[in-house]
């Protein structure tokens, strides 16, 4: 019988109004399993940090994608975050024979595709996947808030906060925010 590779595939960073949006891909060793798993959202970012180098050192194959903000406002951030997650699972050293993606939109893949609404609270590879995005994009955000200080990027990582939104009217709209969002449009007219 063939081995399965089952990869769990999640984004982070759909809503915010800076930065990429973020997707990962990663497919565990059912005979290494990581214990503490669960829905990055529902984990502090401390158990988060903790958990990332565990899961890159004992899955199958991990990979990040993602979409730029230019990218985003071009194709729009369901789009986006579809090739995001195409690109994550195209990256994967071991191609998957199977994808669980969280929510209800499925990219367009080489492998069977099954979504699952709440996947990062039901699938262990999903939530990993989560995990991975999330520490990867919060890291990024951490980076750009030096670049662009005054937006509180490392605090709220680019989520319309009521800061975020006032700091986009008086300081203006930088390259590393998403054009085609209704706050920022707002800002640059």
Request: net charge positive; with cysteine; proline share 9%.
């Given at each position: 019988m063939a081995t399965e590779y089952i990869a769990g595939v999640d984004e982070v960073?759909?809503?915010?109004?800076?930065?990429p949006v973020v997707t990962g891909a990663v497919i565990l060793d059912p005979n290494n399993p990581i214990e503490g798993l669960a829905d990055s959202k529902k984990l502090s970012e401390k158990r988060r940090e903790?958990?990332?180098?565990i899961i890159?050192?004992?899955?199958?194959?991990?990979?990040?994608?993602?979409?730029?903000?230019?990218e985003i406002d071009e194709i729009n951030?369901?789009?986006?975050?579809?090739?995001?997650?195409?690109?994550a699972?195209?990256?994967?050293?071991?191609?998957?024979?199977?994808a669980l993606v969280d929510g209800n939109k499925a990219p367009d893949l080489a492998c069977p595709v099954t979504t699952i609404i709440k996947g990062d609270q039901k699938e262990q590879c999903i939530a990993a996947a989560s995990i991975l995005a999330k520490v990867a994009r919060d890291r990024e955000m951490v980076k750009m808030d030096k670049q662009y200080p005054g937006y509180g990027l490392a605090k709220h990582k680019g989520y319309p906060t009521k800061q975020h939104q006032q700091a986009l009217m008086d300081l203006g709209v930088t390259e590393i925010h998403r054009k085609s969002f209704k706050p920022v449009k707002m800002a640059l007219s």
């Open positions: 960073g759909r809503g915010p109004l800076a930065g903790q958990l990332e180098p890159k050192a004992n899955a199958l194959a991990w990979s990040l994608g993602r979409c730029e903000p230019a951030i369901l789009q986006a975050t579809l090739l995001a997650m195409k690109r699972v195209e990256g994967l050293e071991i191609t998957p024979t199977h």
